[in-house]
């Protein structure tokens, strides 16, 4: 009888190793398989046909195991050629950290984005000539290299300011030129990219327009460096994915920014995802920078937040500055006045590697 044991014991561990062999096998069919449904568009999920084949697995079953035991032996194999497609589509993606293990590093003038961290300041709309001169003589003297301001406004109100548009482009490139500061501004629309790309250094693609793939092909198309912002309900994946539309057109140069969630908080207008920040760092090589205003809605825990964003990672924050935040025509609530961007300047402590 002992020696039966051990026969059976030893037809077990061949069994064992049987499935094994088989569910090896499983993976490799899998693998080809999302190659395919990669090629074809389709979707690596397919909650129909596996229902069905447990449906199959079932009336198959011959016991002794109970259907109560079959069914979650296949759920969890179903699940894990999931993770398997899903692993295998993210390594591919050429955003990630598996195809370039150190920062990518893009130079916009005398700038490298991704080396030491950067401020970028200015208001949330150009509003004239004079509102954004006296932003940038104070951001210029306080060190900052890159400017920023809306002349093309994505208002959630049709009846709210739309930006001063072309005219922004102009008053835009003239004050930075005057103080030699970079500038970054947004795209709404693929028709203006173009034009935008004539007036300033950086595209900004903002966050209502993250999943907007044909403006993300066309920013790709130009080779300007482009600043990304996560949609306001924007998974970590579609964030990537979205820079993966703006890389897969040539366009390597891609700073994520990661500017709040919508979350059920109304203390702030946005929560900041800090835990975005160094999952992004992991996930990509290409620079991420918090932008803490439209995160917080609110001025008085800014500094707070872009201590937060800069140790957990960022490679930058974005703050916006108004010399009379009272009267901005947008974001009055954020926005930090010349003094105030002073102290919010001293409370984050860098050192001023681009001061010149
Ligand atoms: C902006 O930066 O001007 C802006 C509108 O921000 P977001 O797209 O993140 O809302
Ligand atoms: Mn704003």
Redesign the pocket.
């Given at each position: 009888m002992k020696k039966r044991l051990e026969t059976l014991r030893h037809e077990i561990e061949r069994i064992n190793l049987e499935m094994l062999d088989l569910l090896c096998r499983r993976g490799e069919v899998v693998t080809e398989m999302r190659a395919l449904k990669n090629e074809l568009g389709i979707p690596l999920f397919s909650p129909e046909r596996e229902e069905r084949m447990l449906r199959e697995l079932v009336a198959a079953n011959r016991g002794p195991y109970p259907d109560t035991a079959i069914q979650p032996v296949f759920r969890e194999i179903f699940r894990a050629s999931l993770a398997v497609m899903e692993a295998q589509a993210e390594n591919e993606m050429r955003v990630s950290r598996g195809k370039r293990r150190e920062d990518l590093l893009i130079a916009i003038g005398n700038l490298v984005v991704g080396r030491e961290p950067i401020v970028v300041a200015g208001p949330?709309a150009i509003e004239s000539e004079e509102q954004l001169e006296a932003v940038a003589a104070h951001i210029k003297a306080a060190g900052v290299t890159m400017m920023r301001g809306?002349a093309f406004k994505?208002r959630s109100s049709p009846y709210a300011f739309q930006g001063l548009g072309d005219e922004g482009l102009v008053i835009l490139q003239r004050v930075a030129k005057r103080h030699g500061l970079l500038t970054v501004t947004?795209v709404t629309d693929t028709r203006s990219v173009d034009q935008v790309a004539r007036y300033a250094d950086v595209l900004?693609v903002?966050?209502?327009n993250m999943a907007n793939y044909e403006i993300l092909r066309e920013v790709g198309r130009t080779k300007r460096p482009v600043l990304l912002?996560r949609g306001m309900a924007a998974t970590i994946d579609e964030l990537l994915w979205a820079a993966e539309y703006i890389v897969l057109q040539g366009n390597e140069q891609v700073i994520l920014c990661e500017?709040g969630i919508r979350t059920f908080e109304r203390a702030t207008r946005n929560t900041l995802d800090i835990s975005a920040i160094p999952l992004l760092r992991q996930r990509t090589y290409l620079p991420v920078i918090a932008?803490v205003s439209?995160a917080a809605g609110r001025r008085d825990i800014l500094a707070a937040l872009a201590r937060a964003a800069l140790a957990a990672g960022a490679q930058g924050v974005m703050v916006e500055v108004h010399p009379d935040p009272p009267a901005a025509r947008s974001d009055a609530q954020q926005q930090l006045s010349l003094e105030q961007f002073t102290a919010f300047m001293s409370q984050i402590n860098l050192t001023r590697p681009h001061a010149d």
């Open positions: 949330c809306g994505p947004e900004q903002g966050a209502r912002k500017r932008d439209h």
